[in-house]
């Protein structure tokens, strides 16, 4: 099965920008469409953003315009570039197959906070 790891996150002041990388354990991965999760204290998780094998890339509405998703196929990692950050942004990051999911990984904390 495939393993996601997640890394990138930290504290970032609103309007910031942070980018986040998730490595698969496997290159199976070039042929998975690939999401960017996020779940916020007390909420469920939700799915943020989604990229397919060959580019095309979907987002919520509370992240459009702000957040980009992309994949590098060669070297097995899927990144989330977030900009404009705000503190409703806060929350702990995944990312997971939408092809075939995988056990979730530890995720990646990503605080925005003055």
């Known amino acids: 099965q495939v393993q996601y790891v997640e890394s990138g996150g930290g504290l970032v002041q609103p309007g910031g920008s942070l980018r986040l990388s998730c490595a698969a354990s496997r290159s199976i991965f070039s042929i998975y469409v690939m999401g960017w999760y996020r779940q916020a204290p007390g909420k469920q998780r939700e799915l943020v953003a989604t990229i397919t094998s060959g580019g095309t890339t979907n987002y919520a509405d509370s992240v459009k315009g702000r957040f980009t998703i992309s994949r590098d196929n060669a070297k097995n990692t899927l990144y989330l570039q977030m900009s404009s950050l705000k503190p409703e942004d806060t929350a702990v990051y995944y990312c997971?197959?939408?092809?075939?999911?995988?056990?979730w990984g530890q995720g990646t904390q990503v605080t925005v906070s003055s």
């Open positions: 997971n197959s939408i092809s075939f999911p995988a056990a």
